[in-house]
């Protein structure tokens, strides 16, 4: 009785074993795949991404470059201005008195505003009461230093350029102020 209990045990403890290993390369494989696939997902994702963000830069035209690349293309006041949302002094960079042409944004070179659209608000900046198109800027509620304003953005380059309020004159009633560093001029060729 004892030798057959034995070979009933070690028969079943076979039978287990033989299960066993039947099972543990399907559950290698199954978890060789996952890190085969923990490891590539994410460089494919990367690479998606990658794709992706070309993709829609080529469409919107939109300049993306990384903060180095932006402090080596830009000065340091213009950086601060365009890059980090800074405000230059009043009365300090207002542009006046440049003629006929029209503003570009610094960082990028979009066409903004034109010189016909140019007044003097008093307010220490450069005052435009339109932009060449909504097309060319983004507007966004910031609500920084206890004020509720609309920031105004570059389109192509997101960087920077002032606020806009409903103060102006008409036709529109706006008066987008901006930064003189954040916008260059350059005059009609035309005029001489
Ligand atoms: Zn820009």
Redesign the pocket.
Known sequence: MPIQLFLLVFSFWLIICTSCQKQSPELSVTSEDKTVKKEKLPIHQKQNNLNIRESKASENDK?ILTDQEWREKLTTQEHLILRQKGTERPFSNEMKNLGSGIFR?A????ELFLSSTKYDSGCGWPSFYDVVSKGKIDEKIDLTHGMVRTEVT?K????HLGHVFTDGPRPTGLRYCINGTAIKFTKDQTEK
């Open positions: 300049l944004c960082g990028c070179g979009n570059c192509r380059c997101d960087g």
